[in-house]
């Protein structure tokens, strides 16, 4: 059974930093993509950020591209969200998402598994 538990969320103010983590269990992640994305109250889910360990190569949106890091640490079977510079429409809940069938790194419906989410609450 493929569990993923995120944690880290919370409130802060515009320029301040948080780090999100991302448990998963029942499922390696590692030399596989992974992916954050969030959902702001009244808009559409969002891809923020992905990572492929088996190249390291990571991808990110436009509105975050040298704000937030993604990582993980293999042995903890964690993925991580470093946001720094946050603004107030960074404002979401955030998840982790795993096991990418193919398609677009970004789209949180080409992963099988997601957990319940953490909330960010960026105040200006």
């Known amino acids: 059974q493929v569990q993923l538990v995120e944690s880290g969320g919370g409130s802060v103010q515009a320029g301040g930093s948080l780090t999100l983590s991302c448990v998963v269990s029942?499922?390696?992640?590692?030399?596989?993509?992974t992916l954050w994305f969030r959902q702001a109250p009244g808009k559409e889910r969002e891809g923020v950020a992905s990572?492929?360990?088996?190249?390291?190569?990571?991808y990110y949106a436009d509105s975050v591209k040298g704000r937030f890091t993604i990582s993980q640490d293999n042995a903890k079977n964690t993925v991580y969200l470093q946001m720094n510079s946050l603004k107030s429409e960074d404002t979401a809940m955030y998840y982790c998402?795993?096991?990418?069938?193919?398609?677009?790194?970004?789209?949180?419906?080409?992963?099988?598994?997601w957990g319940q989410g953490t909330q960010v609450t960026v105040s200006s």
């Open positions: 998402a795993v096991d990418f069938r193919g398609g677009l790194w970004f789209r949180w419906q080409d992963y099988n598994y």
């Open positions: 990572l492929y360990t088996g190249n390291g190569i990571s």
């Open positions: 029942g499922y390696t992640i590692s030399s596989k993509r």
